[in-house]
């Protein structure tokens, strides 16, 4: 019997879902697992989006981040013109402490039963070497290396995109699109952000840094070095105050907030980190202030073009191909922004909505018959 008090929680988790499709409460008490799997939008193909394993407080505060996260991939997957809608999933636990191949495999088969609404792969706190726990109970899976039948390794795109998204900000803040002789402040030397700092150097950029990682910081350095450019590294908070002429956040989201977009002394920003505004408005407030947005899910969508391309195996110079057209993309922000006189942030998110109504008169709602065939992988879970 349901109670009241179940009956109240029950239209709180409607209401929250807002536009989205499906959710799925994932719970398998054998393995300890607790968690949520969220499609957004499938008007233009099958639900793609990662896992990540975070100790969340609460199932609410683990619902909110599903639910933000996998609408955000509706809007990346339009902007990167692939075949796929918007979906995440999260796994509440701890990844330092509750992981366990038993865990993925039992996540694996929820995301199974759901007959190939949605695809998943690795995101924050979560492995390669989890998926691959996963992949023995569905074929859902996507982000693999080159030997277990996938792209490989997802921050080349990814870093090289962004590099395209600096290259059209460049165009059109100076006339040039060339990276030399400008001067960018780069957040982060992770995966992605050291190779992007790595193909500034290589054009005769120059670069100020900011990492935790000594390591990384001691390498971008001796490059700086080797290609005669000059490297600065700063403190984490005063990245904010460097003059540069473009800003690269490529570490945390929430970046771009009232504070940091204060100090900022930069002519544009294009990095390859999520979510960088902390709300929606600040993107007005980097227009008041003369500073030229990229927006995130365009610039780092290289890294989705590969994930995608591995369900109709692998083909990198296909990748590099839809890679490029990130360039023509963020032009075609920075002038629909002009000609409507609206935020590029806005610009952009009329182009992603644009090109979900637009699939609608192909594809109403996913069918099985769109779904990507897995053939490379079925000698693998044999």
Not at 158 to 184: C, H, M, P, S
Not at 336 to 359: F, H, S, W
Not at 363 to 378: A, I, L, T
Request: proline letters at 3%.
């Amino acid at each position: 019997m349901v109670t009241a008090g179940q009956s109240i929680e029950r239209v709180s988790v409607i209401d929250k879902m807002e536009e989205h499709e499906q959710i799925v409460f994932c719970n398998d008490k054998a393995t300890g697992l607790q968690a949520i799997i969220a499609i957004h939008d499938t008007t233009r193909g099958p639900a793609l989006g990662g896992c990540r394993m975070a100790p969340y407080k609460s199932m609410d505060e683990a619902l909110t981040d599903v639910l933000r996260l996998s609408k955000g991939m509706t809007y990346k997957c339009a902007a990167a013109d692939v075949d796929f809608g918007g979906g995440k999933a999260v796994i509440i636990g701890d990844p330092q402490k509750d992981k366990t191949p038993e865990k993925f495999r039992a996540f694996a088969q929820f995301v199974e039963s759901l007959n190939g609404r949605f695809y998943t792969g690795t995101d924050m706190g979560t492995t390669l070497a989890d998926f691959v726990h996963a992949m023995k109970e569905t074929n859902c899976i996507v982000g693999l290396p080159v030997e277990y039948g996938g792209g490989g390794d997802s921050s080349i795109p990814t870093a090289l995109g962004v590099v395209y998204g600096v290259k059209a900000t460049n165009q059109i803040l100076f006339g040039d699109d060339r990276l030399e002789g400008k001067t960018y402040a780069v957040q982060g030397l992770g995966k992605v952000g050291f190779k992007v700092a790595e193909h500034i150097l290589r054009e005769g950029g120059h670069l100020v840094v900011t990492d935790i990682n000594d390591k990384a910081l001691e390498e971008i350095q001796a490059l700086g070095k080797k290609h005669g450019s000059s490297v600065k590294v700063v403190a984490s908070d005063a990245i904010y105050q460097q003059e540069a002429d473009i800003f690269v956040p490529c570490a945390f989201g929430g970046v771009l907030n009232d504070e940091t977009i204060a100090e900022l002394k930069v002519k544009g920003i294009a990095g390859s980190a999520n979510n960088q505004l902390a709300e929606d408005h600040h993107s007005r407030l980097l227009q008041e202030k003369g500073i030229l947005y990229a927006p995130d899910y365009i610039v780092n969508g290289g890294g989705l073009i590969q994930v995608a391309d591995e369900l109709y195996g692998t083909n990198p110079e296909r990748v590099l191909a839809k890679t490029r057209n990130i360039y023509a993309s963020i032009l075609e922000v920075f002038q629909q922004a002009e000609l409507d006189q609206i935020t590029t942030a806005e610009a952009a998110n009329r182009l992603c909505e644009k090109r979900i109504e637009a699939a609608k008169n192909l594809n109403h709602f996913f069918s099985h018959s769109r779904r990507p065939k897995w053939d490379v992988r079925k000698s693998i879970n044999a």
